[in-house]
């Protein structure tokens, strides 16, 4: 709606602190990039903040059906050339058929997921990478299945606790799924509050 103001949009204040560290390392790892499609888009606080600070960039948020509406209230309101309409996306619902793009990018979603729908997701990246396109994943992770901190561990029991099938993820297990969808991990870089942004590309032998 045109009279919204920010405030009556969902907020996320974790995602509020990092979205800064978080685009200082997107300047560098985007540059000369045109396109991302971004993974669980939760309030757009992302979405919007990115296009914005990149604007030779589209981003392309999406989001599972149930939370469309509440996202593309912050999209259309931005109303930015280079921030389309969310795309719905259930990284469950295969074939995606949304395209290919420069990059992908998913924040804090795979610990939300199911062990099988980060599988589905990694199945279905490579159609919709570009040549030289990368993935960039935030979030927190485990290390030869250990917590990096004991607020991550904390972290892990409360998101199981919720719902049984979310679980901060293994670090190796994610990017056994990577190499076996064709990326090669580029980047580990530690972020504030624990968390990592993890970087592959494609190997350039891995099919277009
Ligand atoms: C904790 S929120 C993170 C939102 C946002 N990326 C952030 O960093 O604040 C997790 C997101 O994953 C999305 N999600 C959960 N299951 C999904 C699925 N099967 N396919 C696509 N997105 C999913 C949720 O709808 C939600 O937007």
Redesign the pocket.
């Known amino acids: 709606m045109a009279n919204d103001s920010e405030s009556d949009f969902p907020f996320?204040q974790?995602?509020e602190n990092n979205k800064y560290p978080i685009l200082e390392h997107l300047k560098t790892l985007l540059t000369g990039f045109q396109s991302v499609l971004?993974?669980?888009?939760?309030?757009g606080?992302?979405a919007l903040y990115f296009a914005q600070s990149l604007p030779n960039l589209t981003w392309h948020s999406?989001?599972?059906a149930?939370?469309l509406a509440s996202l593309s209230r912050r999209i259309v309101h931005a109303s930015l050339e280079n921030l389309p309409e969310p795309i719905r996306?259930?990284?469950?619902r295969r074939p995606w058929g949304c395209g290919r793009f420069d990059a992908v990018f998913?924040?804090?979603?795979l610990h939300?997921?199911s062990e099988s729908?980060v599988e589905n997701l990694f199945v279905e990246i490579p159609d919709h990478l570009n040549a030289q396109a990368q993935l960039l994943i935030?979030g927190p992770f485990k290390y030869k299945g250990a917590f990096t901190t004991a607020s991550n561990a904390s972290f892990d029991e409360w998101l199981k606790e919720r719902n049984p099938v979310s679980g901060v993820r293994d670090f190796e297990w994610i990017n056994a799924l990577a190499q076996r969808a064709g990326l090669r991990l580029k980047q580990d870089l530690s972020m504030p509050a624990n968390n990592q942004l993890l970087v592959w590309d494609k190997h350039s032998s891995a099919r277009p």
């Open positions: 996320s974790a995602c971004e993974i669980g888009s939760g309030t606080q992302h999406s989001d599972v149930s939370n996306l259930d990284v469950d998913t924040a804090n979603s939300i997921m729908s935030y």
